[in-house]
């Protein structure tokens, strides 16, 4: 029977991250991004959480959930989406070491072999983390020498000059590059151009820039279009949750400001104009919310290539999000006008990220194109 | 999170899909060539009274979200009344949005009386959509002529006299009307009350005083009547308001706030009718795209596709939108924002879904047989009818930012 319940433990995760989130990375976040990193009690309130098992097969030592990454995220997203992405830029490592671990690629970089080790080692891992290369490249001094392989997550081509966006490069000996999720290689970084680039929005988040030359790829091979898009859409209920996070503290943001702020003569979001554009942003942002939830419940404990229908829910939730929480956060920042250009007011910030995060991780393009190969199926409940 | 319908409302819908192929549709374009409604007794809606569908969507006297047999005599799970009527009110839609609302049932006068009714009075309005000898029909009725979306205004007046109601004024746009053994009609005991002077009436066919003026001539959605109708001196017995005079002691409870539970109710239904045809619309344009897909470059079909795409996101957006409203009424829990935000998000963008339908044929869309400029004009009035979508932005920025901002 049709049902939008949500498990109680679930709800239990989101209170905890929900109060994490507002009570020690909103106050700080300023200082986070300048720093380009949360200082180290924070690092430990936040694997004390155990979020990063979420993103974990059991496989692998995690308990994956794609309902509990939902909501954990949407929460971390709003204090601090910079560093969440920067201490879980290697999420998607369980669906990679699903699809890819078995193929030629994955046998000649032991991708296994390598994640066991790094669980084995303790003091390359915090108590309730796996594998964390930015955290550890951080807090951890013992892994500064170590020849990590980093993970692209379900990167896109820069649509110039074959360049792609790559967090943690440093110290890193090998890439695994994954485009738009058919097509696998690695390559040695040192043959790769590095330039260093730092996002102006997900500031403390993003390494390098890569430019990419494929005779260079020590290996490479081909995966289905179905293995491909649950990889990107793993990657994708991640990003459209914080998405959805960013949005929605945009909203109750404005909506604060709106109720106090008085402009000619009454409280500014007493003007229906502003009104009634919240609410329909708000309302699209339910619509994205509810998509995503319905993805993500519908596949159960686990996502994985079998649930095409969770994966185009997830990836249509995904579009959307990208543009709700955009124009939710323009319209945030446009409310508070010229304060909300200024530094003194968080939602320039969520401007900034919920920008950004459009072209990251799976991309919206990308997301678009995925959604072409549904495009002739049927809209029929019966059949989905 | 359960994305799976049940077994019963799986079997329902698909044998209004089955009516929808072999009468709906045929009965539905008949009614937009002539432009006049499916006769009262026409020899399929006796097929349909005898099939049980009128009582279909009451609820059982058990409240929403308690737990209860239901009809898949599950004892585990509560009501699923109202997800279930949206899914048969968009499948109904897909094949003839016009041709769904005329189905024999208590229709849009369901709501409030099962949300204001007494105990009897339920038993009293609904046993007549128990039987299955013939089809039988009720109505809504709350606009007037000078009251549309500002339904404070409403006046037509109520006025005590003994153990009788005494109904002075004029309703319109009242679907079903003409045919209705029974019309729930909203009227004020006192203009200078507002909202709060509201009452809720049962006003039976053939009571002296209750006059059909006019069948409205419409845009699109013929197959029904949709009827002005006259009250002068119409007495009704006491026992017609309803909820009864205790009812009204309670604050909550003031008329309004049962048109708002009736509104509460309806507002995913209609919203998941336009999603039905929507999909219709939908499927129109996938058939074109396979038919002609070989006749155009690569570069059309991709931008067609992602048209399409989008189509696919607006229809299942929307419909879980009207879902989830709907469930939230099942659960008993309070939806007033969740059924504003499906009709706010929904018909708009259904509206939409047609027009990029026809687009994608182009001037082949326009061609009657195509069925699509029916879509559009039909899907057009599911967002006005139940509150406007400027009223759905008010109800909704009212619960966002409160009422003490957004003021009347």
């Known amino acids: ?384 | 999170m359960n994305i799976e319908i049940d077994k019963t409302t799986k079997d329902i819908v698909l044998m209004v899909r089955a009516m929808g192929t072999e009468y709906l549709r045929p009965l539905g374009l008949e009614a937009d060539r002539t432009g006049v409604a499916i006769p009262k007794d026409h020899p399929f809606y006796f097929m349909i009274a005898q099939s049980g569908y009128m009582s279909q969507s009451l609820r059982s006297e058990k409240q929403p979200g308690e737990k209860s047999p239901g009809l898949s005599g599950d004892n585990s799970k509560a009501s699923n009344t109202s997800v279930r009527t949206v899914l048969i009110a968009e499948e109904g839609s897909y094949w003839d949005r016009g041709a769904m609302v005329s189905l024999p049932g208590p229709g849009l006068g369901g709501p409030p009386v099962q949300s204001m009714g007494t105990k009897e009075q339920k038993e009293r309005f609904f046993s007549i959509f128990k039987q299955k000898e013939r089809p039988v029909w009720a109505a809504f009725a709350m606009t007037e002529p000078q009251a549309g979306s500002d339904v404070a205004r409403i006046a037509t007046r109520a006025v005590k006299d003994g153990n009788e109601w005494v109904l002075n004024g004029q309703k319109m746009y009242s679907s079903n009307s003409p045919r209705a053994e029974w019309v729930v009609v909203f009227a004020t005991v006192d203009p200078s009350l507002g909202r709060d002077g509201h009452r809720a009436f049962v006003v039976e066919a053939n009571t002296p005083g209750f006059e059909i003026l006019r069948v409205e001539e419409k845009m699109g959605i013929k197959a029904y009547e949709t009827a002005s109708f006259a009250l002068t001196d119409c007495r009704i017995p006491e026992d017609n308001l309803l909820g009864g005079h205790e009812y009204y002691l309670n604050k909550s409870n003031k008329g309004f706030g049962g048109a708002m539970r009736t509104f509460n109710a309806t507002r995913p239904i209609v919203s998941a009718m336009g999603v039905g045809i929507a999909r219709a619309a939908y499927d129109v344009a996938k058939q074109f795209v396979e038919d002609e897909f070989p006749k155009h470059s690569f570069n059309r079909i991709n931008r067609i596709k992602d048209t399409l795409s989008q189509m696919q996101q607006n229809i299942v957006f929307s419909r879980l939108l009207c879902l989830k409203a709907a469930w939230l009424l099942d659960m008993g829990k309070p939806n007033s924002f969740e059924a504003a935000q499906a009709k706010l998000f929904a018909p708009s963008l259904c509206l939409k879904v047609t027009e990029s339908a026809k687009e994608i044929l182009g001037e082949a869309g326009l061609c009657q047989d195509r069925l699509l400029e029916k879509f559009a004009r039909d899907v057009k009035a599911i967002d006005i009818v139940e509150g406007t979508q400027q009223i759905q932005n008010l109800v909704v920025a009212r619960n966002l930012i409160g009422r003490e901002i957004i003021k009347d």
């Open chain 1, 1 to 384: 029977m049709i049902d939008f319940e949500i498990d109680i433990e679930v709800e239990e995760l989101e209170t905890l991250c929900k109060k994490f989130s507002r009570e020690v990375l909103l106050p700080n976040a300023r200082r986070y991004e300048k720093n380009l990193g949360w200082d180290s009690s924070a690092l430990k309130s936040y694997f004390d959480l155990g979020i990063s098992n979420l993103l974990l097969t059991e496989e692998y030592g995690g308990f994956y959930n794609p309902m509990a990454t939902v909501v954990a995220f949407s929460q971390l997203a709003c204090g601090d989406c910079s560093g969440v992405i920067r201490y879980e830029e290697l999420i998607p490592v369980s669906p990679f070491l699903t699809v890819i671990g078995n193929t030629d690629v994955g046998e000649k970089i032991n991708v296994k072999h390598l994640i066991k080790s790094l669980q084995s080692n303790s003091n390359l891992i915090s108590k309730n983390s796996t594998v964390k290369t930015a955290l550890v490249n951080q807090c951890f001094d013992e892994l500064k020498n170590e020849k990590v392989v980093c993970w692209i997550p379900g990167i896109v081509f820069s649509e110039a000059d074959n360049k792609v966006e790559a967090g943690g490069l440093e110290n890193k000996e090998q890439i695994l590059f994954v485009a738009g999720g058919d097509f696998v290689a690695t390559f040695n970084i040192s043959d790769l151009k590095v330039t260093t680039a730092t996002a102006g929005g997900l500031r403390s988040a993003c390494g390098g820039l890569v430019e990419i030359n494929f005779n260079n790829a020590k290996n490479q091979s081909m995966i289905s279009f179905e293995e491909g898009f649950y990889i990107r859409s793993t990657i994708r209920l991640w990003a459209a949750s914080m998405l959805i996070g960013l949005g929605t503290a945009a909203s109750s943001y404005a909506i604060d400001y709106g109720k106090e702020r008085i402009v000619f003569e009454k409280p500014v979001l007493g003007h229906q104009a502003n009104a009634f554009t919240l609410s329909k942003l708000v309302t699209d942002l339910e619509a994205c919310k509810t998509a995503l939830f319905m993805g993500a419940g519908s596949a159960g404990s686990q996502l994985n290539e079998t649930d095409q229908y969770a994966c185009w829910l997830i990836t249509q939730a995904y579009v959307k999000a990208c543009e709700t929480s955009t124009a939710l956060c323009d319209f945030s920042l446009q409310l508070l006008g010229g304060h909300g250009y200024m530094k003194d007011h968080i939602v320039e910030k969520w401007w900034r990220e919920s920008q950004d995060l459009v072209n990251m991780f799976g991309g919206r393009i990308s997301a678009i194109e995925d959604l072409r190969h549904s495009a002739l199926k049927s809209t029929d409940w019966l059949s989905s």
